[in-house]
């Protein structure tokens, strides 16, 4: 009996948890879908992206690297920031299913929010069950964001009114913030954002962006030799 409570108290939870985020992917796929519009680009490439590609971070860099006419860099970009998915395919691998079809499906719906639920659950037995709610959950409110977007874009008549211009680099930073807790995050980040702030005037459009790599040499730290004293 008291297993029993345990499994339900835990589904209600789960489902809470999956409701409340799912109404923030709303939100942020409405901005998406709404920013995509505002940059020119037909309707049909907000709804493809979020069907086909399904990554916030990717979309949001994507959709601007595209809306400056660099599209080579926003493909290059795109994986740059999707690498990420690697290790965590490796971390909730056992989640996926036991046969290749179920893992190939299950995977597209791999995200940062995915991941963090499914390794937060300690019991092998639900975290299939975890993946595969969040997974959906996930999927499903990013899609309905993109759409209310789209109409709320193509609405408006004139969506630079509305600050969407800003709304870009908002989004972005909403996605990276709980990233930048961590203190070596927080320096590569930054030594990121200042060389794209300085490039941007003298370098085409994108290119910025991906010089912004560069960040991560604060990650190298050259070792020290001691040197040998002889008596």
Same mark, same amino acid.
């Given at each position: 009996m008291r $297993?029993?409570?345990?499994?339900?108290?835990?589904?209600?939870?789960?489902?809470?948890?999956?409701?409340t985020?799912?109404?923030a992917?709303?939100?942020?796929?409405?901005?998406?879908?709404?920013?995509?519009?505002?940059?020119? *680009?037909?309707?049909w490439v907000?709804?493809l992206?979020?069907?086909?590609?399904?990554?916030?971070?990717?979309?949001?860099?994507?959709?601007?690297?595209?809306a400056?006419?660099?599209? *080579?860099?926003?493909?290059?970009?795109?994986?740059?920031?999707?690498?990420?998915?690697?290790?965590?395919g490796?971390?909730?691998?056992?989640?996926?299913?036991?046969?290749?079809?179920?893992r190939?499906?299950?995977?597209?719906v791999?995200?940062?929010?995915?991941?963090?639920?499914?390794?937060a659950?300690?019991?092998?037995?639900r975290?299939r069950?975890?993946?595969?709610?969040?997974?959906?959950?996930?999927? $499903?409110?990013?899609?309905?964001?993109?759409?209310?977007?789209?109409?709320?874009?193509?609405a408006?008549?004139?969506?630079d009114?509305l600050?969407?211009?800003?709304?870009?680099?908002?989004?972005?930073?909403?996605?990276?913030?709980?990233? *930048?807790?961590?203190?070596?995050?927080r320096?590569?980040?930054l030594t990121g954002?200042?060389?794209?702030?300085?490039?941007t005037?003298?370098?085409p459009a994108g290119?910025?962006?991906?010089c912004?790599?560069?960040?991560?040499l604060t *990650?190298?730290?050259?070792?020290?030799?001691?040197k040998?004293? $002889?008596?």
């Amino acid at each position: 009996m008291r $297993t029993l409570q345990r499994t339900g108290g835990a589904d209600q939870a789960l489902l809470r948890d999956a409701v409340t985020i799912a109404a923030a992917m709303v939100a942020v796929g409405a901005s998406f879908g709404a920013i995509a519009i505002a940059y020119g *680009l037909p309707v049909w490439v907000p709804f493809l992206m979020s069907t086909v590609v399904f990554a916030g971070g990717s979309q949001f860099l994507a959709v601007g690297l595209l809306a400056a006419g660099n599209p *080579l860099a926003a493909v290059f970009a795109g994986l740059l920031l999707n690498a990420r998915h690697l290790p965590f395919g490796l971390a909730v691998g056992d989640a996926l299913g036991p046969r290749l079809s179920e893992r190939m499906i299950a995977s597209h719906v791999l995200t940062d929010e995915v991941a963090a639920f499914t390794l937060a659950e300690p019991d092998p037995v639900r975290r299939r069950r975890v993946y595969l709610i969040i997974g959906a959950t996930l999927f $499903t409110s990013w899609n309905i964001g993109t759409a209310l977007g789209v109409l709320l874009g193509g609405a408006t008549g004139n969506p630079d009114a509305l600050g969407l211009d800003a709304a870009f680099p908002a989004a972005l930073l909403a996605l990276i913030m709980p990233s *930048l807790r961590d203190r070596t995050t927080r320096k590569v980040a930054l030594t990121g954002a200042a060389i794209a702030v300085l490039l941007t005037p003298v370098l085409p459009a994108g290119l910025p962006v991906i010089c912004a790599l560069a960040g991560l040499l604060t *990650l190298v730290r050259p070792h020290s030799r001691r040197k040998e004293r $002889t008596c």
